[in-house]
């Protein structure tokens, strides 16, 4: 009797929707929810027209892609997750206003739907989850007001709007709870029942209990018409205030052209030739979709913080830049020199730090790449970029070295060429820094003759190996870069080309994944991945402990750990030694910083004050590494003249992984 009773009451609890609401307030609530809804809307419709101004196209078309995109990275927020207050507050935020929204839809549903289900065991815990999560939306209101009075980091975006916005915010999170407590104080809801709605009781139990039901009454309506007129304020302000990102964000998240990292958008030639427009030199320029990606971001200053321009003092915000470009398309004006200038792109080392830290896909690389084309087209680059270029292009190298001087770096190795041994398995892409590089011609060289020593059936290309055109792209001459593709793919398709290994994480990304546009695909290696195999076959082997006892820490390159994923090989090679003291860098991994020579910066003068390589050297040496390896020619030498120009730099050796193997195998050999 007792149980029937109490399962009877269990379904019979719920509460009215707009109890205490006058009809004729109701329809005033609607007209105006709708209207604040419908100045919403025509905003975005504002924004949508600028958005269309830009080239057609651009966007993602596979909705399998759009639903794992929006799954992992706008509801999992996967690159918000982070042992930090901001992420903390944002967390708080985020998931306090989905669950929040989410609640008022389904409140909404039951009131108009054909089907009245809140009540009973689901109204309990609904109510229980509503004020949890009305908590969370609070608290992280507060502690984002916290952080931008007292630890407001210099990259994070900020006006007096965003004080507006938090202040709107928290205001609906509070006078939300405050209905709840004064209806359930003047409804004299069941304490069992009350206690599931815990902040309202908590409220109505302590600072409402003196308060008779008419004024209760009195103070409950004018709370409801203050949280509806805040409702109404926050709907129709959303589209000028940070909280758009709660709506380009997903659509950037889900729209963004799902292609690897390390992949620029080829020119299309006949395009070119029809329109006349190398690159981007207007807004309008731009594709549809980079356009909606500058109304996603919410300047939270990640990018800013990933990049290695920045840190140095360059002209260079991946953040600012995407910002200029938002104001440029709202107000209009010039792109180039007003709006951008051309020492901001050419700052950029294309690390795509940026790009990796950014929690709404913006592709800063891909809006600075398509400005830098249009500066090329225009002739306005001068100085050793310029002159790297030429040589691309008359020797085709940007060291300016004949083609006949291609096999120097082999002089008494007797390496196998396609001629002598054309029945090979791996082809060596040696790469033009390993062949006319003095340092890092010792890269080909220990490469080769480890490579020889395990009997490995490889040769190289020799003097018919040309760049591959990856600093001619990076740089911005689109033409020049795919001449030489095009060129590389039928020399490889010559000689059969199925496997390549090299020691340039540059050549490696660039085979993989910009070669298939242009018909090369190839089995493609870094010479990390190939020895790791070798090593951990048994067939590369330090015997015993020849790490001498030395502390050891590695530099990953850019375009192999973040672009490409690429992070194991390179540790099992350094770590191979039984003895070795391997310490890392903080900065390591996917998350690496870079060295300084990406995107053709490692033919543009800087002052000693801006070099990436100091401040990457200055976290090396804090490691008390003796040893610092590496797994590419570019940041050989850029880490051999960070460690030149810091102080106890000199106490530090900088290898290649594969000077490293090979000198282990000698001292190996010796004992």
Not at 325 to 343: D, F, N, V, W, Y
Not at 491 to 518: A, D, G, Q
Not at 546 to 565: F, K, M, S, W
Request: with cysteine; aromatic share 8%.
């Amino acid at each position: 009797m007792i149980s029937s009773l109490v399962i009877t009451d269990v379904n019979s609890v719920t509460r009215e929707v707009f109890g205490n609401i006058a009809p004729w307030m109701r329809v005033v609530f609607f007209v105006m929810i709708a209207a604040s809804i419908g100045v919403l809307v025509w905003q975005v419709v504002a924004r949508l027209r600028l958005w269309r101004k830009g080239q057609p196209g651009g966007f993602e078309r596979d909705w399998r892609v759009w639903i794992r995109r929006f799954v992992v990275y706008a509801l999992a927020q996967k690159r918000v997750h982070r042992k930090a207050l901001g992420a903390l507050l944002h967390l708080l935020l985020f998931s306090g206003f989905v669950v929040l929204t989410i609640g008022t839809t389904l409140l909404a549903i039951a009131y108009d739907g054909p089907y009245y289900f809140h009540h009973g065991w689901y109204y309990l815990i609904y109510e229980l989850t509503m004020d949890v999560f009305g908590v969370a939306f609070i608290v992280g209101c507060l502690l984002a007001m916290y952080r931008r009075a007292f630890q407001r980091k210099p990259s994070l975006g900020h006006n007096k709007s965003d004080w507006w916005l938090l202040g709107l915010l928290l205001s609906l999170g509070i006078t939300g709870f405050v209905v709840e407590a004064l209806r359930m104080h003047y409804t004299h809801v069941q304490p069992w029942v009350a206690h599931w709605s815990i902040v309202g009781w908590l409220i109505d139990a302590t600072l409402l209990r003196d308060i008779d039901v008419v004024t209760a009454q009195t103070m409950h309506l004018w709370a409801w018409w203050l949280h509806t007129i805040l409702v109404a304020v926050f709907f129709a302000t959303i589209p000028v205030n940070r909280f758009l990102h709660v709506i380009t964000g997903p659509l950037n998240i889900a729209a963004r052209p799902e292609r690897p990292m390390g992949k620029l958008v080829p020119l299309k030639m006949e395009e070119v030739e029809r329109t006349g427009l190398i690159g981007v030199s207007e807004i309008e320029h731009f594709t549809r979709q980079q356009l909606l990606s500058l109304d996603s971001c919410m300047e939270c200053g990640r990018c800013e913080d990933a990049c290695p321009a920045t840190a140095t003092g360059k002209p260079l915000s991946p953040k600012a830049v995407v910002i200029d470009l938002r104001g440029l398309m709202s107000r209009g004006g010039e792109l180039h020199g007003q709006t951008i200038r051309a020492e901001t792109l050419w700052a950029c080392t294309m690390c795509q730090a940026c790009v990796q830290e950014c929690p709404v896909l913006i592709g800063h690389v891909d809006l600075i790449s398509d400005m830098r084309r249009h500066l090329v087209g225009q002739g306005k680059i001068s100085g050793p970029p310029a002159r790297a270029l030429q040589q691309i292009n008359s020797q085709s190298n940007p060291y300016g070295r004949p083609n006949s001087d291609r096999l120097a770096w082999a002089e008494g190795l007797d390496v196998p060429t396609v001629e002598s041994n054309p029945d090979f398995d791996y082809l060596l892409w040696v790469g033009c820094a390993a062949s006319f590089d003095p340092r890092a011609q010792k890269v080909a060289r220990a490469t080769a003759q480890l490579l020889k020593e395990v009997g490995l059936n490889f040769a190289v290309l020799g003097t018919e190996e040309r760049c591959t055109g990856d600093p001619a792209r990076r740089i911005g001459d689109e033409f020049l870069f795919q001449q030489l593709a095009q060129a590389n793919v039928e020399t490889l398709t010559r000689h059969k080309v199925k496997k390549i290994v090299t020691p340039c994480p540059h050549c490696y990304n660039t085979f993989k994944n910009e070669y298939p546009h242009f018909g090369g695909q190839y089995e493609v290696q870094h010479h990390s991945t190939v020895l790791a195999e070798l090593v951990g076959a048994g067939r590369l082997s330090n015997g015993k402990g020849t790490g001498n006892g030395e502390p050891i820490t590695l530099h990953d390159p850019c375009y192999l750990a973040r672009v490409n994923g690429e992070v194991d090989a390179t540790r099992t090679v350094v770590g191979a030694a039984r003895d070795t003291q391997f310490r890392e860098m903080p900065r390591c991994g996917k998350k690496t910083f870079c060295c300084g020579a990406g995107g053709g910066r490692m033919w543009f003068e800087e002052v000693p004050s801006q070099r990436v390589s100091v401040l990457r050297s200055q976290e090396a040496i804090a490691t008390g590494a003796r040893t610092l390896a590496t797994a590419c020619p570019f940041c050989l030498n850029m880490m051999t003249d960070g460690m030149a120009g810091t102080q106890g730099g000199e106490n530090v050796k900088v290898l290649d992984i594969a000077e490293l193997l090979l000198s282990r195998q000698a001292s190996g050999a010796r004992e």
